[in-house]
């Protein structure tokens, strides 16, 4: 697995990268602090992150990566000294999948690590469609959305620098095989609900910027999905 370490302490920052190589991890990315590990987490995308809490002079930079993280679809666990109910309940409104408190030791991390896979492996949601001359499994907790072109339909990934993927199948076909947070806004358009961040008039807006129709037909159970007033 490859795996992302962010914390200001160099001692315990290399003690983790040991750890987690020792394991058999690959450590793509190894820093200090929160503005050198955002600069390469815009180039790199690993399948998880540790991530201090108290960094930076003002603490806490940890949760502000936490909540890139989140938004990036990387999932992280929290590593911090303290485990107070206050620090604690700022940690889990960003669910990380994970939460390491120091000292450690190499089993106790070993075990957040596993657990963390077991959670991100259980959270997979694909699919097997006939993409060209080959079958192509998707990853559904990583598609945005989906778009219908004519008999095609092409699945457009959250991380817009990853390439679409085009199936020869229709919507029809398609629908009963996703999962509850897909939801249908227009006769040619299917989102990933965890991806929107705004309903605006005709449009729905998703966080990595995209921007789609969405149609008077399926707003009002859009906005219901939503938890939102039509």
């Known amino acids: 697995m490859n795996v992302a370490v962010c914390e200001d302490d160099v001692i315990i920052n ?3 990268v040991d750890y987690l190589e020792s394991l058999d991890h690959t450590v793509v990315i190894q820093e200090f602090s929160k503005k050198e590990f955002l600069v390469k987490l815009d180039r790199i995308r690993p399948d998880l992150a540790l991530l201090d809490i108290n960094l930076g002079a003002e603490g806490k930079e940890g949760i502000c990566i936490g909540e890139v993280c989140g938004k990036l679809g990387v999932p992280f666990i929290f590593v ?4 107070d109910s206050t ?9 990380p999948v994970g939460y390491i408190v120091k000292p450690f030791t190499q089993a106790q991390l ?5 657990l963390a ?3 991100i492996d259980g959270s997979r949601q694909e699919i097997q469609i006939n993409s060209g001359s080959q079958f192509v499994s998707i ?3 990583e598609v945005n959305y989906i778009e219908s072109a004519r008999n095609y339909l092409v699945f457009h990934p959250i991380e817009t620098r990853n390439k679409s993927i085009k199936a020869r199948m229709t919507l029809k076909e398609v629908i009963p095989q996703l999962p509850s947070p897909y939801i249908q806004i227009h006769r040619s358009f299917l989102v990933n609900q965890t991806q929107i961040q705004a309903i605006e008039k005709e449009e729905c807006v ?3 910027k995209s921007v789609l129709p969405l149609s008077r037909k399926y707003k ?3 906005m219901r999905a939503l938890g939102a007033p039509d």
């Open 14 to 16: 290399n003690l983790i």
């Open 80 to 83: 911090t000294a303290y485990s």
């Open 87 to 95: 620090t604690l309940k700022e940690a889990i409104e960003f669910e």
């Open 110 to 114: 070993n075990a957040q690590v596993e």
């Open 117 to 119: 896979i077991s959670r």
């Open 139 to 141: 990853d559904l907790s």
């Open 206 to 208: 998703m966080k990595n």
């Open 220 to 222: 009002s159970q859009v």
